[in-house]
């Protein structure tokens, strides 16, 4: 498998200084931005759109790893792309029966695309789309907050989805630590959304490095 990814999640970020704080965890060892869309319709609260995706582009190089955590995720696909965004995750449950046209809209724009699922969605959802995904991000909390508890029962999904791909991304987001990265890594994630964790430490560094570790 190949090295661990870190996303850090911009949602626990001081959006005061936002062009700061990406510039910081560029400088500090992050892989990939983590960019939480809520609409306060899928999920309870409201957070940014493209423009602030655009703005990002901006100020650093690294892949824009945008969550789309919205209802009829197929009318902002285009302008997340043209935005900047790298990566384009949609949520299974809000696109559900047209899941298949929208993945194929975002590989049309020439973005990597996603798929998420909530915590008490199977994995087996996944099946039919896995050849035509680039990434699986498994929901170890409810979406729409950050700061919450991580749910193992959830990481154990991963175990799962690892046997339709050996080479797929599998991302896991939802109260990720350095006790939980391991859980998640051992299962066979390679990639890892982390807010709180790395924010709210005394060094992002540290906090990066320690994800990586197995």
């Given at each position: 498998?190949?090295?661990?990814i870190?996303?850090?999640s911009?949602l626990?970020s ?5 062009g ?6 560029e400088?500090n060892?992050?892989?990939?931005i983590?960019?939480d869309?809520m ?7 409201i957070t ?12 650093s ?9 919205i ?16 990566y384009?995750t949609?949520h299974?449950?809000?696109a ?23 915590p008490?969605?199977?994995p087996?959802?996944i099946k039919?789309?896995?050849n ?24 154990e999904?991963?175990?799962?989805i690892?046997k ?9 987001d939802?109260?990720i630590n350095e006790?939980?990265?391991k ?5 066979g994630?390679n990639a ?6 790395i924010f ?8 990066i ?6």
């Amino acid at each position: 498998m190949t090295d661990i990814i870190v996303a850090p999640s911009i949602l626990s970020s001081d959006f005061s200084k936002l062009g700061e704080e990406i510039k910081n965890l560029e400088k500090n060892g992050a892989d990939w931005i983590h960019i939480d869309v809520m609409d306060g319709h899928f999920v309870p609260n409201i957070t940014i759109g493209a423009p602030v995706v655009k703005s990002l582009r901006k100020v650093s190089k690294l892949p824009l790893d945008v969550h789309l955590m919205i209802n009829s995720p197929e009318k902002y696909i285009k302008d997340f792309a043209n935005a900047g965004a790298d990566y384009i995750t949609i949520h299974y449950e809000s696109a559900s029966h047209n899941t298949g046209n929208v993945i194929k809209m975002i590989k049309d724009c020439g973005i990597k695309a996603g798929l998420s699922i909530k915590p008490k969605t199977s994995p087996d959802v996944i099946k039919p789309y896995i050849n035509d995904l680039d990434l699986i991000l498994v929901m170890t909390v409810e979406p729409g907050f950050g700061g919450q508890k991580f749910m193992q029962n959830c990481a154990e999904k991963i175990k799962e989805i690892r046997k339709y791909s050996k080479d797929i991304i599998i991302e896991v987001d939802g109260g990720i630590n350095e006790e939980t990265a391991k859980i998640c890594t051992n299962y066979g994630a390679n990639a890892l959304v982390a807010g709180n964790y790395i924010f709210s430490s005394n060094s992002i560094k540290e906090a990066i490095t320690s994800l990586r570790q197995r």
